[in-house]
């Protein structure tokens, strides 16, 4: 690998180590990696009021392929995700988030249906959603390393829930539901750099704004600027080896030598520290400004 | 076999009593001998085939033959593309738990379903199909033997196929041929019907030359670009040949089509006698110029149209020809010569390729310019875009202008074919995610190299 590039590397990791540490990820969002997971851990929200909102958490994930072509076959990419919160005091607890995706690959998302109770999304529906790709660093030979960015948009509808809120008279009342229709505009950043065969390093940076535009009494829009960042680490537990060896003759002298091609089928990883994070630089959706989460899990993914 | 290789020696010598009782005219009496040839080659076929499935065990043998049977009925009849998933799946879950240990023998057993389905041609496809889909997706060497072996009986099958189809073609010019005669040059009605040389422009196409436009809005030589790309591709409504008026001029030019047969017999030789000759780095391109007299804008013209689609144009280009009786001799030999480079092209390039001292993937080179080499597999890619860049050029495009034609093409391709890629590579238990996206954009960069490469050739020819 180039000088450059490990400096590259290493500056967008330092970047993912950053941005993660006063913030927290909301969504898994990590579409480059299909599989099914299982995590455990615990987030903490900083509340518009000043309070800090610690939870604990367990989050299911899977990938599978279940949509039918014509002609034979299913499509892969029907992302399916479900985390269970509770609070450290032993209160309240239940689901705190649940996302189904009819399609959720890396450049294409169709009908993408979510809940999230802290964001007072009883339901979001995004109907289109296109990433743009573009890869930064990276090549199919080595694809332990790479870098590769993602800018798009997704179109959709939102129905957030009225929460107990201050009306212009200061008197606390009850807001009423919101329906409106949602734009959201996206720019990704994912890397991995391979420590060893066996262990990853994996970061991310996103860069969202969300727009809705509906009416609850009258016509009214509401936005949010979110980033986010993250960045983990993943040790691979599968049995065979990371890669085959590839023997080739050379034509003319009949000298025989190998080359390495990875095994690209699904590893079995141990996810052993995910930290992420997120700040809302402006919202009007929910009461928290920020939050960090902190897991570790295990999945079969690729 | 028997039934096979009989029903193909009875229909030589029926072709060959209609031909006499009709009063062959020269032209046909070339499609005649050209017939002679394919079956020739098919009957040779048949008997490698029977040799090479030799090696299989009864127990295998009999697993094919229930596939056959079942999950792979249609191996023997359909050889569409849309089949390939529901293919790889049967096979992948029969035949590899028993033949991962065996080195060889997955060479047997295609040679064993192509048996089982009678020879068929669609079984030869399929089997030249299920090759060529591994190796796109680096897992040929698990087939058991080294890749550019597996490349060579890829080959082997496409040839079947190839040989067959072309034979096809010479039945259905005499026919056409036979029925304008007959009708003092009446067009024959089949030709009314929508095919390439009738095919309007793609529809679908409309969508991304407005994109373009509205992209470039500010930026008139991205837009002027952006029209010439849509013309000189020439995409036509139902069809996936590119460069089609081009390939209906090059089809014209005795010099470009004498090239091609050159070219033709020369990777023949590199894939037998001469094999040692692919030592010799770049010689396939020294090679390559020596036979064009020097002129790199004819290598890149005649590789870049005529060996860059597979055997599409000569489905489409020679059905459509044929079926207006206006298929030649050497028209059809340029056709089935240029299916066939280009697979050979690949396998050649593969076996000469330089192992690389980091052991990452293999440094391509034999047909490439000196200054050029890559370990991007597809040489379809550069030497396709290299026409594109060449036409380009003569238009009047820079090196920017090229580069960003070429650049803006292969993304939009990439961004599309990724829907393919994805559900494909995970039916097939690989990565579906980040490798196509890595893939895709190495793909760019080649297309844009050859690109660049074809618009510096042809604006040098021009002066």
């Given at each position: 690998m180039s000088r450059s590039l490990k400096l590259v590397l290493c500056w967008m990791f330092l970047a993912g180590v950053v941005a993660a540490t006063p913030v927290l990820a909301d969504e898994r969002t990590d579409s480059l990696h299909e599989g099914y997971q299982a995590e455990a851990g615990v987030r903490a929200d900083r509340l518009k009021e000043g309070a800090i909102q610690p939870q604990g958490i367990v989050a299911l994930t899977g990938d599978f392929a279940l949509v039918p072509i014509p002609g034979g076959g299913r499509l892969n990419g029907t992302h399916l995700e479900l985390e269970l919160s509770s609070d450290l005091t032993g209160g309240a607890s239940g689901v705190r988030r649940a996302q189904v995706a009819l399609l959720n690959w890396s450049h294409l998302r169709v009908l993408n249906l979510e809940h999230n109770r802290d964001e007072n999304t009883l339901l979001a529906v995004e109907a289109l959603g296109v990433r743009v790709p573009f890869v930064l660093a990276g090549d199919y030979l080595a694809a332990g390393n790479y870098s590769i960015g993602h800018a798009g948009f997704g179109l959709g509808y939102q129905w957030q829930e009225g929460v107990q809120a201050r009306q212009?008279?200061?008197?606390?009342?009850?807001?009423?539901?919101?329906?409106?229709?949602?734009?959201?505009?996206?720019?990704?950043?994912?890397?991995?750099?391979?420590?060893?065969?066996?262990?990853?390093?994996?970061?991310?940076q996103e860069a969202s704004y969300l727009a809705l535009m509906g009416a609850d009494g009258g016509f009214e829009g509401r936005d949010r600027l979110r980033l986010e960042g993250g960045v983990s680490l993943h040790y691979d537990l599968t049995e065979r080896a990371p890669y085959r060896l590839v023997k080739r003759t050379h034509p003319a002298t009949g000298e025989v030598s190998t080359i390495r091609v990875d095994d690209e089928g699904m590893r079995l990883r141990w996810k052993l520290l995910d930290v992420r994070g997120q700040v809302d630089l402006t919202d009007d959706l929910d009461r928290r400004t920020a939050g960090v989460i902190v897991t570790s899990g295990i999945g079969g993914e690729f | 076999m028997f039934n096979a290789l009989g029903a193909r020696i009875i229909f030589c010598i029926f072709l060959g009593l209609v031909l006499r009782s009709a009063g062959v005219q020269a032209a046909d009496t070339c499609m005649l001998e050209m017939a002679t040839q394919y079956q020739s080659r098919l009957a040779d076929r048949d008997q490698r085939v029977a040799q090479m499935a030799g090696s299989l065990a009864a127990g295998e043998r009999k697993v094919i033959a229930d596939l056959v049977k079942g999950d792979l009925k249609s191996w023997c009849t359909d050889a569409s593309p849309a089949r390939a998933l529901t293919y790889w799946k049967a096979l992948e879950k029969k035949l590899t738990p028993r033949l991962s240990e065996g080195r060889g023998e997955w060479t047997a057993a295609f040679a064993e379903l192509s048996q089982a389905c009678g020879s068929s041609p669609e079984s030869f496809r399929n089997a030249a199909f299920a090759i060529d889909w591994m190796y796109w997706n680096r897992q040929a060497d698990t087939l058991g033997v080294e890749v550019a072996d597996a490349l060579d009986i890829r080959d082997f099958f496409y040839e079947g196929w190839v040989s067959w189809y072309s034979r096809q073609l010479v039945s259905r010019q005499i026919g056409a041929s036979q029925t304008q005669s007959g009708q003092s040059g009446e067009p024959?009605?089949?030709?009314?019907?929508?095919?390439?040389?009738?095919?309007?422009?793609?529809?679908?196409?409309?969508?991304?030359?407005?994109?373009?436009?509205?992209?470039?809005?500010?930026?008139?030589?991205?837009?002027?670009?952006?029209?010439?790309?849509a013309e000189e591709l020439d995409l036509r409504d139902g069809s996936i040949v590119i460069y089609g008026q081009d390939l209906l001029e090059l089809l014209e030019s005795p010099k470009d089509l004498e090239f091609l047969n050159?070219?033709?017999?020369?990777?023949?030789?590199?894939?037998?006698?001469?094999?040692?000759?692919?030592?010799?780095?770049?010689?396939?391109?020294?090679?390559?110029?020596?036979?064009?007299?020097?002129?790199?804008?004819?290598?890149?013209?005649?590789?870049?149209?005529?060996?860059?689609?597979?055997?599409?144009?000569?489905?489409?280009?020679?059905?459509?020809?044929?079926?207006?009786g206006q298929l030649t001799c050497e028209k059809l030999k340029?056709?089935?010569?240029?299916?066939?480079?280009?697979?050979?092209?690949?396998?050649?390039?593969?076996?000469?390729?330089?192992?690389?001292?980091?052991?990452?993937?293999?440094?391509?080179?034999?047909?490439?310019?000196?200054?050029?080499?890559?370990?991007?597999?597809?040489?379809?890619?550069?030497?396709?875009?290299?026409?594109?860049?060449?036409?380009?050029?003569?238009?009047?495009?820079?090196?920017?202008?090229?580069?960003?034609?070429?650049?803006?093409?292969?993304?939009?391709?990439?961004?599309?074919?990724?829907?393919?890629?994805?559900?494909?590579?995970?039916?097939?238990?690989?990565?579906?995610?980040?490798?196509?996206?890595?893939?895709?954009?190495?793909?760019?960069?080649?297309?844009?190299?050859?690109?660049?490469?074809?618009?510096?050739?042809?604006?040098?020819?021009?002066?």
């Open positions: 212009k008279s200061s008197v606390l009342g009850q807001q009423p539901d919101f329906h409106a229709g949602s734009v959201e505009l996206v720019c990704r950043l994912d890397h991995q750099r391979a420590v060893t065969d066996r262990l990853a390093l994996r970061s991310y | 024959c009605a089949a030709a009314a019907d929508r095919d390439f040389l009738s095919a309007g422009p793609m529809r679908e196409a409309d969508f991304l030359r407005v994109l373009g436009v509205v992209l470039n809005v500010l930026d008139r030589g991205g837009r002027e670009t952006v029209r010439a790309v050159a070219v033709s017999q020369e990777l023949e030789a590199w894939s037998g006698p001469r094999r040692s000759e692919l030592g010799r780095l770049h010689g396939g391109w020294a090679r390559l110029l020596e036979l064009a007299d020097g002129d790199q804008a004819r290598v890149i013209r005649v590789l870049g149209v005529l060996a860059s689609m597979r055997y599409w144009p000569l489905e489409e280009v020679g059905t459509a020809l044929a079926r207006r340029a056709l089935e010569q240029g299916a066939m480079a280009y697979f050979r092209l690949n396998a050649l390039d593969e076996r000469a390729a330089l192992t690389p001292s980091d052991q990452k993937g293999v440094i391509y080179h034999y047909f490439y310019p000196p200054e050029y080499s890559t370990r991007d597999w597809k040489i379809y890619h550069w030497f396709g875009n290299g026409h594109l860049g060449c036409k380009l050029a003569l238009r009047g495009a820079d090196d920017r202008l090229v580069k960003y034609g070429a650049r803006s093409l292969a993304q939009a391709y990439e961004f599309a074919t990724l829907n393919l890629g994805g559900p494909s590579r995970k039916a097939m238990g690989l990565d579906p995610r980040v490798r196509p996206l890595l893939e895709g954009w190495e793909d760019i960069d080649i297309n844009t190299e050859g690109a660049i490469y074809g618009g510096r050739a042809c604006r040098a020819a021009a002066e």
